[in-house]
C-alpha cells in the first residue's frame, strides 16, 4: 500500500514534451493533410536533410520503422544465407531479428562488464571467414567503444552496422552514433529520444551507392530512374509525411531534451548509494535513453517502487539467445556477463522533465527499501 504522501513519478512522460510544441505539431497536421502528402513528398525529404546533417553523414533515408532499417542495411549490403553477422547478447530482440530475417546466422558475443556493450575484444574473437559485418549496439543511450570496433573490423574486412535506436545525438570523443559504420539504423518509436506519434525510423550512411539501393528495396525494389522498372526484390517501409513533419519539429529540441536527461543523470549518480549505474564511458556522451541499475532484489525492489508510485521497467530480462526463436544460434560459450545481468538490470524513470523532487522522492525510496 503506498505511503500517504505518495508522489507520482511516472517512467516517462511524453506529454512533458509535446504540450508546449502544440501549435507547431497543429500546424504540420494541417499542412500535411491540406497537401495530401502522406508517404514520402516534402516533408519526408526535408527531414532526410536535417537528420543526416545532425547526424553528420551524406544521406539519411527514412522508414517504417527502426528494425526495418536494420534489414534494409543488410540487404542491401546483399549480406544473406551463408553470412554471420556478429550481434551482442545484450539487446533488445529487433537486432537480432533483423539479422534473421535477412536470411543471415546472428552470432551473439558477450559485453562488457561496466557498460553492457559490445567489445571489440568480442568481435574480434567471434570473427570467421564467414563474418559479413558486427551490429554495434549503442544501447541505454550510450555509444559503444567505437575506435577500437572501427580498428578490429577494418583489420577483419567486416562491415560496421550501427543499431542507433536508443542513441539519438550520442557522441563517442565528439563524434555522433550513426555516423560511423557503412550505415545505421535508428527507430523514432515514440518513446525514444527522438520519437514520432507512431512507429517511424530512418537510415544514415556516407555511400550514396548504397542510400539509393536502401531506397530501392524499401520501395518494393523500384528503380531509380523508372516508375514501372523493380530492380530488386524489395518491401514496403516508407515513412510518413505526418512523421516526418513531427520529427522536423521535435529535431529542433532534441539537444536540449538529450541535457535535461543528462541533469537527471548526474543527479541519480550523485544520490544513489544503495545501487550502482551501469557506467558511461569517459570518452562517450551518453543521451540517457534509459537509467539502468542492478539489483539483486529486483523484483522486491521494482515492486517497493511500484506501490510508492515510480514508474520502472526492464530492458532486457531473457537475452535474444534464450529466446525460443533464437536458441537454435545460442553461443557454445555463454555469454556470462550478459546472463548475469539479465536477472538483475532494470530501468528507473528517465525523461526531460524529470524533476529534482521526483529524482529524490525515488532515491530516497530506494533507500527505504534497502534499509529495511
Known sequence: MAPPNAMNVPFLDLASMHEPLKAEFDEVWAKVTEANAFIGGTWCEKFEEEFAAYIGTEHAIGCANGTDALELIIRALEIGPGDEVIVPANTFIATAEAVVAAGAVPVFVDVDPDTLLITAEGIDAAATSKTAAVMVVHLYGQP????????????????????????????????????????????????????AFGDGGAITTNDGALAEQIRSIAFHGRSITSRYHHDNMGMNSRLDGIQAGILSVKLKHLDEWNAGRQRAR???????????????????????????????????????????????????????????????????????????????????????????????????????????
Open 144 to 195: 559503444a567503444a567505437m575506435d577500437s570496433i572501427v580498428a578490429v573490423c577494418e583489420k577483419r574486412g567486416i562491415a560496421i552496422i550501427e543499431d542507433t535506436a536508443q542513441a539519438h545525438g550520442a557522441t563517442w570523443d565528439g563524434k555522433k552514433a550513426g555516423s560511423f559504420g557503412v550505415a545505421a539504423g535508428f527507430s523514432f518509436y515514440p518513446g525514444k529520444n527522438l520519437g
Open 266 to 372: 548526474d543527479r541519480y549518480e550523485a544520490g544513489l548509494t544503495d545501487l550502482e549505474l551501469v557506467k558511461v564511458h569517459e570518452r562517450a556522451k551518453s543521451v540517457h535513453h534509459l537509467c539502468v541499475v542492478q539489483s539483486d532484489n529486483r523484483e522486491e525492489l521494482m515492486a517497493f517502487l511500484s506501490e510508492r508510485g515510480i514508474g520502472n521497467s526492464i530492458h532486457y530480462p531473457v537475452p535474444c539467445h534464450m529466446n525460443d526463436p533464437f536458441k537454435e544460434w545460442a553461443p557454445k560459450v555463454a555469454p556470462v556477463v550478459t546472463e548475469t545481468a539479465a536477472p538483475k538490470i532494470m530501468s528507473l524513470p528517465m525523461f526531460p522533465a524529470l524533476t529534482d523532487e521526483m529524482i529524490d522522492y525515488t532515491l530516497k525510496a530506494i533507500h527505504d527499501f534497502h534499509a529495511q
